[in-house]
């Protein structure tokens, strides 16, 4: 998985276009994967989440796809909005991870441009 | 539903002051809690797993002396920065277990000058 510390990527996408924002993690233990959004000088806002026992899963305009044999996330916007544009983590929780620890990636920022 | 909360949303202190951050959650009860630092443009950096009723657990290289976490009730844990120094400012964020999720709260933003 991408490593706490390292440059935050930029994804930039016009407004209308769909957006898919990819996370690479790190456990093949992991049963549990959320996505996070995170607008400037905020916390991280829940947007979705997905199972081990799943490969899709499908929400307001966003969908996340995951696929264990290469260990990859995905989140997938449909319709980018302006409002869409903040910093977009994964998280991963393995079963044998106590008291609900996750980790997270180092996040992917998404530019909506006009 | 699984609202957090924090207070302050934003501090400014002296150096050699203490703070405290407090961290609810609204309208669940949450056995644990997480706290959280974040670096402008980097991912959170886990500090601590604080669990009601017994001691915070922290993560390798965070000083327990210098970030004292009090889990209280089964919806507050408080965060408290004791003798803050500039390199102590930093946007700190805590999170609260629901079922198998984690929800934030707001963050606050501590400046030590």
């Known amino acids: 998985g991408e490593s706490v510390g390292l440059h935050l990527p930029t994804l930039s996408v016009q407004e209308g276009d769909n957006s898919i924002i990819n996370c690479a993690y790190s456990n093949s233990a992991s049963d549990y994967f959320i996505w996070y959004k995170q607008e400037s000088g905020k916390g991280p806002q829940f947007i979705i989440d997905i199972r081990s026992n799943m490969d899709k899963r499908q929400g307001q305009r966003v969908t996340v796809l995951l696929n264990k044999t290469v260990k990859h996330l995905s989140l997938q916007i449909a319709a980018t909005q302006p409002g869409d544009s903040a910093v977009y983590f994964c998280?991963?929780?393995?079963?044998?991870?106590?008291?609900?620890?996750?980790?997270f990636g180092a996040g992917t920022q998404v530019v909506v441009t006009p | 539903g699984a609202v957090v909360s924090q207070h302050p949303s934003r501090v400014i202190c002296k150096s050699g002051t203490s703070v405290k951050i407090e961290c609810r959650s609204l309208d669940f009860q949450a056995t644990t809690m997480f706290w959280y630092r974040q670096f402008p443009k980097k991912s959170l950096m886990l500090m601590a797993t604080s669990n009601e009723g017994s001691k915070a657990t922290y993560e390798q290289g965070v000083e327990k002396d210098k970030f004292l976490i009090n889990h209280a009730s089964l919806t507050l844990s408080t965060l408290t920065v004791t003798s803050a120094h500039p390199e102590d400012s930093s946007f700190y964020i805590c999170?609260?277990?629901?079922?198998?999720?984690?929800?934030f709260g707001p963050g606050t933003r501590l400046t030590v000058l």
């Open positions: 999170s609260a277990m629901s079922g198998d999720t984690q929800y």
């Open positions: 998280a991963e929780k393995g079963p044998a991870d106590s008291w609900g620890k996750f980790q």
